[in-house]
């Protein structure tokens, strides 16, 4: 399966966003065929027996003539699920080591899921956001939204830091209807905001994946010389001797991600670190075959939220 | 010990460089961006080895050598090893100070003092001075001489007190000539120049203290003859001229300038007008300010300009009497823009009003009133009368007297009136300012004829007729006499018809006016009888001849005077030449031959030469002041401000004008640049300073080039630079050898 990848740095080539997004989702399916599962939000969940209230629309008429009993179809609904993509468009974002920034990677990453999303006639919503909200598209599926969608995705890098807070509350208020957010971001900030913002998100009952693009570079910290750092969100300089200060930004990187991964864990969140160099299909069978093991999971233990929890 | 080139000492500055760049904190070379600092801490900056000062011995030796660069480009040299000369040069100042009559304008005057006292203030105690003010002519009111004998103070003082005791005249400035007497002052005066210094002993030469002219004037442009002098004057390269230029506040300066009435310009208006008089065609030379040709009042002819500079261009102009009572009556308004000039009739005051002989015409409406008053003469009439000595017959066309009467001999300066005597002229009486011509036609005795020769030696104009009715014996007899011709003949001529005259010289004056043309056709005039000369001597001139070639007017001078001696009468027996347009003017010319001696130069310039004789009774009167003797023509000068004089002379009287000069009036400032064409070189009065400094960098040099002390710094800047080279290959080789041994 991994052969069938195609390389990261030739979809980045292809300028523009929906088809990149086409790319890398039809590749994606060119796998799956192969693949044990098959798509989650299409496939029939359960019947149940009608029971009086319940709308008569979902009776299964079909089946009533063979059974001659009340039964409601529920999939339907699931499949029209409306997902929010929480795209973070921060200065961090643009660092990168490799020919393409994170930036280039989250965006590509949004319009893929877009893009499979809208093929399975899901709603699909954007928010756009640096130190405050930068762009909201609620989450539709009509002609023309994704190409709104993949045209406020192309837009460059705009604020300077990153502040998770004010997007997340503001979905919390604006999404009364539960849904999947897709976080995608580098999270590189303090993550006492973050636990509550994202406590908030699923007590509306939201679905909440959060997909960490990180590049390779920021998790190794491998310089040679000592220089001056300087902070593409606060311009801030420091001078760092990476001989001396190299283990210590690992340890701490670390202790960041373990301290993440808690909080994610105890909210219930899917947290993916995807690391930029890796194939954008990798990443969209990991978020499926987790959406597809929890739903099993769901059906297995009825819990919604269990299993969440960090996988790369 | 003293440098030549002190900058090069900055050089020294250099060796701050290399522990500069020592103790500077270095900047990481290296600048990244990268997306987090969260998790970075900073590294405190390590002091490295790189930073301490090693090699004191090489630094110091590098240090050294490069002071003893610096100091050898600096070129020190030793002071003191030579006496130090005097450095006090004194200046030689000549001060043109403008006293011309402009220079009373506004407070024109109190600037150039007050100029002429901050150069006082300025003098050096070396500096010499000589002080010239100049109007028409430069004089040297405070010399050289004077400057070296007194102390700065005293010389201040005397100065001071030139000053005040001048004031600007009424001359026109003479720019050009005060230019080149004070430049041929500075450069010439050579002796006076050089300052004795008996202390060193020590002599500046002339040339080497600065020449300074400065002129302190309004240099105003004045007329031609400003600058005429410099066009020859070959400027001395060594004097400079500082012009200190004053100016009024306003620049306003109108002035008049009195023409002559036209019929005085020449004796070819006088025949012109008199023959337009006579005839019916109207020559157009007949203007209205002709001789009594216009009824209302005599006019006088006034040119008034505006200078190029002016602002205003309204004025009027108005007669006053000599004692200034102004005659409103006769307050004309003019016109005129800047640089422009006008002719302006000016109806004189009626006789009745105002009998004045002299009055003064005044200008107002411009800011200066220095050149605003032109003083006029009216003069009375002269009273003069034509003397004739012939038959008066009763019968008119047989008389000469008839027509000789009736002929209008006046002009406007003079009424001449004919007499007769009838056998003896009046003895002792005829004189020429008087009597302006004689006219014979008679035997004169030979006491009389004696008589004639000294009226004309003094100047008289005598015309012999020969008409029909002489007897021609006594005339030749008295012609020989009076013209010393003992040759000449006088006979009856013969003609056959009529004769006429011919060759006529229109060139002479008294046939000038006829020169043109039209007017000199004098074939209609027909001669009936006349007589014939022969013998005639050759100093005696033929005006004019008859057909046959027999002179009809020969004139021939004795002393200052004419005599003309006519060879046919003008009474209609002898010719038609009294009924012809010719006569009068003819006569005329004879009759005004000389009068213009007496009439002209009524009105002066003020820098202008005396037109009057001196002699041991002659005085020069002006009213309200005693009167001046005129013992010779320097006396004229005295005559120091404009007016109306009169000179006196026995009973000869004369009534002049003294006005200032018109070109003083041309206030508009003059340009440089013609200065500058002439050779003039200007330059700013040096404080002698800049001198003195050039001559001590000179010394300076010398000195320097004696000592060579850069030689020694920089032979010992090269033994630094070598031991320096030793020392750090010695520890190179320490230290590798070290090297070698410790691994």
């Not at chain 2, 407070?107 to 500096?127: F, H, Y």
Request: glycine residues 6%; contains cysteine; proline residues 5%.
């Amino acid at each position: 399966m991994k052969d069938l990848n195609i390389d990261p740095v030739a979809i980045m080539r292809i300028k523009d966003l929906q088809l990149r997004a086409r790319s890398i989702v039809e590749g994606f399916q060119n796998g799956l065929h192969r693949s044990p599962y098959h798509g989650f939000s299409v496939e029939f969940s359960e019947y149940r027996p009608y029971s009086h209230g319940d709308d008569p629309r979902g009776l299964d008429w079909k089946l009533y003539a063979r059974s001659d009993r009340y039964f409601v179809k529920k999939f339907e609904d699931e499949t029209n699920r409306r997902c929010h993509l929480v795209v973070d468009q921060s200065r961090s974002m643009g660092f990168s080591t490799l020919e393409y920034s994170k930036a280039d990677y989250a965006k590509t990453l949004a319009a893929t899921f877009a893009y499979f999303l809208s093929l399975q006639r899901d709603g699909v919503g954007l928010v756009t956001f640096h130190e405050e909200i930068d762009q909201v598209l609620p989450a539709r599926f009509r002609p023309g939204h994704l190409r709104q969608l993949m045209v406020a995705l192309s837009r460059p890098l705009g604020g300077m830091e990153t502040k998770l807070s004010s997007p997340l509350d503001h979905l919390a208020r604006i999404v009364s209807r539960r849904g999947l957010v897709i976080l995608i971001s580098d999270l590189l900030v303090p993550l006492e905001a973050i636990r509550s913002n994202l406590a908030l998100l699923r007590s509306r009952g939201h679905e909440v994946i959060i997909l960490r693009t990180l590049d390779p570079g920021e998790l190794t910290f491998d310089k040679k010389d000592p220089g001056m750092v300087v902070d593409m969100e606060s311009g801030k300089e420091v001078y760092i001797d990476p001989a001396a200060s190299t283990s210590d930004y690992r340890k701490r990187f670390e202790a960041h991600r373990l301290e993440l991964k808690s909080i994610c864990d105890s909210l219930g969140v899917d947290l993916f670190q995807v690391m930029i160099d890796r194939p954008l299909e990798a990443s969209l069978f990991d978020v499926l075959s987790v959406q597809q093991s929890r739903r099993r999971l769901i059906a297995r233990r009825g819990v919604a939220g269990a299993g969440a929890g960090e996988r790369s | 010990m003293s440098l030549l080139a002190p900058l090069y000492v900055l050089g020294a500055l250099g060796i701050g460089l290399p522990i500069l760049l020592h103790l500077i904190r270095r900047q990481p070379k290296g600048k990244w961006l990268f997306s987090s600092l969260m998790f970075l801490q900073p590294t405190p900056p390590t002091l490295s080895r790189r930073s301490r000062l090693d090699n004191w011995p090489l630094l110091l030796l590098r240090a050294l050598a490069l002071l003893l660069l610096a100091a050898a480009f600096a070129r020190p040299f030793l002071r003191g090893s030579l006496l130090q000369p005097d450095e006090t040069i004194g200046r030689r100042i000549v001060v043109l100070l403008d006293t011309s009559a402009s220079m009373r304008r506004g407070d024109l005057w109190k600037q150039a003092t007050s100029k002429v006292s901050e150069l006082l203030a300025s003098l050096k105690p070396r500096d010499q001075l000589a002080l010239v003010s100049f109007a028409s002519t430069p004089a040297l009111i405070f010399t050289f001489e004077q400057s070296t004998s007194l102390d700065l103070s005293g010389r201040q003082k005397a100065v001071t007190e030139v000053i005040s005791k001048l004031s600007p005249g009424w001359s026109t400035s003479n720019l050009g000539d005060a230019l080149s007497f004070g430049a041929d002052l500075l450069a010439s005066d050579d002796g006076i120049g050089t300052i004795v210094d008996s202390e060193d002993g020590v002599q500046p030469k002339a040339d080497e203290s600065p020449l300074h002219l400065v002129v302190i004037s309004d240099l105003q442009a004045s007329g031609e003859s400003n600058l005429a002098s410099l066009q020859s004057y070959a400027w001395p390269k060594s004097v400079k001229v500082e012009p200190q230029v004053v100016s009024p506040s306003q620049n306003t300066n109108a002035w008049i300038t009195i023409l002559k009435p036209q019929d005085e310009q020449s004796g070819e208006d006088i025949a012109n007008d008199a023959e337009s008089n006579t005839s019916p065609n109207t020559s157009p030379n007949t203007s209205a300010s002709g001789g009594g040709s216009v009824a209302s009042g005599r006019r006088t002819r006034v040119r008034v300009s505006n200078a190029s500079d002016s602002t205003g261009s309204d004025f009027f102009l108005v007669w006053e009497t000599a004692d200034g009572k102004t005659m409103d009556s006769t307050r004309t308004p003019v016109n005129i823009g800047p640089g422009q000039s006008r002719i302006v009739q000016m109806v004189e005051p009626e006789d009745s009003i105002l009998n004045a002989e002299m009055m003064r015409l005044v200008l107002s409406g411009d800011d200066h009133d220095f050149d605003n008053c032109r003083y006029v003469l009216r003069p009375k009439a002269l009273q003069q009368e034509v003397v004739f000595a012939g038959r008066v017959e009763d019968e008119p066309r047989q008389s000469l007297f008839y027509y000789l009467k009736r002929a209008p001999l006046d002009t406007t300066d003079r009424s001449v009136s004919i007499k007769t005597v009838d056998d003896a002229l009046p003895l002792g009486t005829l004189d020429f300012y008087r009597t302006p011509m004689v006219v014979v036609a008679n035997e004169v005795a030979d006491k009389q004829i004696e008589l004639l020769r000294q009226y004309v030696l003094s100047g008289g104009g005598l015309l012999w007729v020969l008409d029909s009715s002489l007897n021609l014996d006594a005339a030749q007899e008295a012609l020989r006499l009076l013209g010393e011709a003992p040759e000449l003949t006088v006979s009856a001529a013969q003609p056959g018809d009529y004769a006429m005259w011919s060759q006529i010289d229109f060139k002479h004056p008294l046939f000038k006016p006829f020169a043109d043309t039209k007017y000199n056709d004098f074939t209609k005039i027909r001669f009936w009888t006349h007589r014939v000369l022969a013998g005639v001597p050759a100093s005696w001139q033929s005006l004019a001849s008859f057909d046959d070639g027999t002179p009809a007017l020969l004139e021939f001078a004795i002393g200052k005077g004419r005599v003309w001696v006519m060879t046919s009468g003008w009474q209609p027996v002898d010719s038609q030449l009294s009924l012809s347009t010719k006569f009068v003017p003819l006569l005329r010319g004879m009759a005004a031959f000389f009068a213009k001696d007496l009439t002209h130069n009524q009105s002066l310039d003020i820098d202008g030469e005396s037109p009057f004789q001196p002699s041991a009774t002659a005085e020069i009167e002006r009213d309200g002041a005693p009167a001046i003797p005129y013992r010779a023509k320097g006396d004229f000068a005295s005559l120091a401000s404009p007016g109306l004089y009169r000179f006196v002379d026995g009973e000869k009287q004369q009534p002049f004008a003294i006005n200032v000069g018109e070109d003083e009036s041309k206030t508009q400032p003059l340009s440089f640049d013609d200065l500058e064409r002439m050779g003039v070189a200007f330059g700013p009065l040096s404080d002698g300073e800049q001198t003195l400094t050039q001559k001590r960098q000179q010394r300076d040099v010398e000195l320097e080039n004696r000592q060579r002390l850069w030689q020694w710094l920089l032979l010992a800047a090269l033994l630094m630079l070598a031991s320096e080279s030793w020392l750090s290959g010695y520890m190179d080789r320490r230290q590798s050898r070290v090297g070698q041994e410790s691994p």
